[in-house]
């Protein structure tokens, strides 16, 4: 069993930043891909960056050149680093990784901007 805890998230105004955290813990052998996914309220579910095993990064459209993703592998770790935040990126983001072909999920933190 593997577990994921974020942590980061709080309330932010309009243009500042935040930086996410995602620990993994747990029965760990190998982690492949490491994301990040949000959540705003009436919305679905949607993918805001990906990182791989070797470094290959993913991200939305409406995060590039704002969010960047990391991950420090010896501590089972990825972070988003979100800069010049908006109302729009409101939400729950959640943090997934891919154990060995086993998917799991965090619980998520919420981020909230205020305009």
């Known amino acids: 069993q593997v577990q994921l805890v974020e942590s980061g998230g709080g309330l932010v105004q309009a243009g500042g930043s935040l930086r996410l955290s995602c620990a993994a813990s747990?029965?760990?052998?190998?982690?492949?891909?490491m994301g990040w996914y949000r959540q705003a309220p009436g919305k679905q579910r949607e993918l805001v960056a990906t990182?791989?095993?070797?470094?290959?990064?993913n991200y939305a459209d409406s995060v590039k050149d704002r969010f960047t993703i990391s991950r420090v592998n010896a501590k089972n770790t990825a972070y988003l680093q979100m800069n010049s935040l908006k109302p729009e990126d409101t939400a729950v983001y959640y943090c997934?990784?891919?154990?060995?072909?086993?998917?799991?999920w965090g619980q998520g933190t919420q981020v909230t901007v205020s305009s």
């Open positions: 997934r990784g891919d154990f060995g072909g086993r998917d799991y």
């Open positions: 747990g029965y760990i052998f190998i982690i492949n891909t």
């Open positions: 990182m791989s095993s070797s470094g290959v990064t």
